[in-house]
């Protein structure tokens, strides 16, 4: 008798949960939406004849690539924690408690406080590209590195949380 095979569709009780089953339907459709979106993307640089939205959605497409892989990653991840124990799944389980735990709230700490710096220089550059804001592509690209700079904050602030 050849070996069963369990996947990630598996309905038996050696197979994944239905909670499993169906977290795992709905990344790796995202996963593939997003492949599908970064065509359209790709497509649309290539044919456009202005420079600047060319530049605009080649920023896109860069963000796209990195939901992507963290999708496809997410349900890598779910399939290895529900089919092999979560040996091999890239997304780490929180395992701060691993490292010394004054080091990673000092080290988060400094990082914090330059990502706070960073926001306030990003505003007060922004205030004084305000005569060009309409006219070139340069506060809105530095509106977006603030926006960046928020969610650094936010990784930053769920370790010093979860540290
Ligand atoms: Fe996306
Ligand atoms: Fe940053």
Redesign the pocket.
């Given at each position: 008798m050849g070996e069963i095979m369990i996947d990630m569709k598996n309905e038996s009780s050696a197979g994944p949960s239905p909670w499993e089953r169906d977290l795992y339907a709905h990344l790796s459709e995202h996963a593939d939406a997003?492949r599908g979106?970064l065509e359209q993307y790709s497509t649309v640089a290539k044919e456009t004849p202005s420079k600047a939205f060319q530049y605009l959605v080649n920023l896109l497409i860069e963000?796209?690539i990195r939901?992507h892989k963290i999708f496809s990653e997410l349900a890598e991840s779910l399939k290895d924690e529900a089919l092999a124990g979560g040996r091999n799944a890239i997304i780490p389980t929180l395992d701060f408690d691993r490292a010394n735990h004054d080091a990673v709230l000092d080290a988060t700490q400094r990082l914090l406080a330059n990502e706070q710096k960073d926001a306030r220089d990003l505003k007060g550059l922004r205030r004084s590209l305000r005569d060009v804001k309409d006219t070139s592509l340069w506060s809105l690209l530095v509106e977006l590195m603030e926006r960046d700079t928020q969610k650094h904050i936010a990784i930053l602030t769920f370790v010093r949380k979860h540290a």
């Open positions: 997003e979106l963000e796209e939901h």
